[in-house]
Each structure stands twice: as structure tokens, then as C-alpha cells.
């Protein structure tokens, strides 16, 4: 069963807190995503990732940074975290073909942050 | 931006038939999926359109008008576990990897 795991399910932080979220995917895609979403809003995205250390910045990338060190692995900071940065961040991963089109995205579970 | 419009509220009652539309306008459109979320989860991969024409799987049919900018989500036989909201994407080939979701529709199913 193909996996994607975020490190936490709810999260509680601090106003300027650094904060990070991690994911990790089981399936050796190239393609790795981070949104961010808020009623009304849909699915918004903040970061993507085509390749081991490369980054491309979404819709939204501001307050954030991200990091891709190995393959599996993707991590969303919030350098200081506000409270407008309170929301459910979900993180995706997909592979693309060499017609150059896209697999589905597999989601992970979400990570709820409150940030008080 | 990509515009992908989708309505935002739709209602029906079990058993029967709902069709969720999606029109978007984009360049080097490369494919639309469709994905059903429940409420506080993750969303899933229901269906892929590449092509123009309809895609049946089961309850769900997907259908896609490349010229027109158009798809829709057919539910057939409506569930009470059919009540979710479902996202429209978008993938562009020049954009290797992205999706553009729609902000979904909240379908709400009564018994």
C-alpha cells in the first residue's frame, strides 16, 4: 500500500516559534508538494519539488521555506510562525511519465497547526 | 493563475444521479483529475482525463471536452458515504509535476 506520512497529526505552536513539518513518501516519486487549506479557499500550494534539492516556489510561498535533501523526504518551515498561519498543510507526492505527464498525487493524512 | 471553476454547494438524495462540473482555462493543458476528500481526511484519486470522451469506473464517470474547457464528474446511485467534496485539477505539461485544484464542491447526499 503506497504510503505518504506526515510527522504529525496536530500541532500546537507559539507565535515566532521556528516551526517544521515533515513528510516522507514510500514510493520513489520525483514529485513532492506542500498546500496548504482553509475553508473557502481550497487547496492552495505553498512549495513543490520536481527533484532531490530542487525547489519551486507555489501560490503562496511566503513565510515559508522548504528542503529536500533526500528523495523521500520533504520539510515545510514557517521561519516564525504567525497566527495567519493557522491551517490543515497537506502534503502530496507524485511521479511524471516521459510523455511528461503527471500520475495521480497521493495525499498524506494532514497536519492541523494552530499557531496561538 | 489557472481559472478552474467549479460550483461550490450541490445537494441530492440517495439513489440518485449528480453531475459536478468543472470549466478551466489554461495553456498546455496536459491532462484534469478528479479527487473526492472527506471531511478532516486526505483526498483520493478518483479519475484522470487525458483524452476527450467519457471514463467509467464503477458508480463514478468522468467525462472531458479539451476543446471546450469543460469536464464533469458523474455519481451514479448515490451513497450517504458519497457526501464529500470533490476537487478538480488541472496538470500543465509546462509546469512539470504541478496541479491546479478548483476550490471543490461540497456535495451533501440526504437519505
Known amino acids: 500500500d503506497v504510503k505518504v506520512t506526515q510527522s504529525s497529526r496536530y500541532l500546537v505552536k507559539r507565535t515566532g516559534e521556528k516551526v517544521f513539518l515533515e513528510c516522507v513518501q514510500d514510493?520513489?516519486?520525483?514529485?513532492m508538494f506542500w498546500y496548504r487549506q482553509d475553508p473557502g479557499l481550497g487547496l492552495r500550494l505553498i512549495y513543490f519539488s520536481y527533484d532531490v534539492k530542487m525547489k519551486e516556489k507555489g501560490d503562496i510561498p511566503e513565510g515559508y521555506s522548504v528542503s529536500r535533501e533526500k528523495k523521500e523526504r520533504f520539510s515545510l518551515i514557517l521561519e516564525s510562525a504567525s497566527t495567519n498561519q493557522t491551517s490543515m498543510y497537506l502534503c502530496?507526492?507524485?511521479?511524471?511519465?516521459?510523455?511528461?505527464?503527471?500520475?495521480?498525487?497521493?495525499f498524506g493524512q494532514g497536519t492541523r497547526l494552530t499557531v496561538v | 493563475g489557472q481559472n478552474i471553476d467549479q460550483p461550490t454547494e450541490m445537494t441530492a438524495t440517495e439513489g440518485a444521479i449528480v453531475q459536478i462540473n468543472c470549466t478551466y482555462q489554461?495553456?498546455?493543458?496536459?491532462?484534469l483529475f478528479w479527487y473526492q476528500q472527506h471531511a478532516g481526511e486526505a483526498p483520493t484519486f478518483l479519475s484522470y482525463?487525458?483524452?476527450?470522451g467519457l471514463e467509467e469506473k464503477g458508480r463514478f464517470s468522468s467525462f472531458l471536452s479539451r476543446s471546450k474547457g469543460y469536464s464533469y464528474l458523474l455519481l451514479k446511485e448515490l451513497q450517504m458515504k458519497d457526501s464529500a467534496s470533490y476537487l478538480c485539477a488541472v496538470s500543465r505539461g509546462s509546469t512539470l509535476g504541478r496541479l491546479y485544484f478548483g476550490r471543490g464542491t461540497q456535495l451533501t447526499v440526504w437519505p
Open positions: 514510493m520513489d516519486h520525483e514529485n
Open positions: 502530496a507526492s507524485s511521479s511524471t511519465t516521459m510523455d511528461r505527464r503527471n500520475t495521480e498525487a497521493f
Open positions: 489554461t495553456s498546455g493543458f496536459n491532462g
Open positions: 482525463n487525458v483524452l476527450d
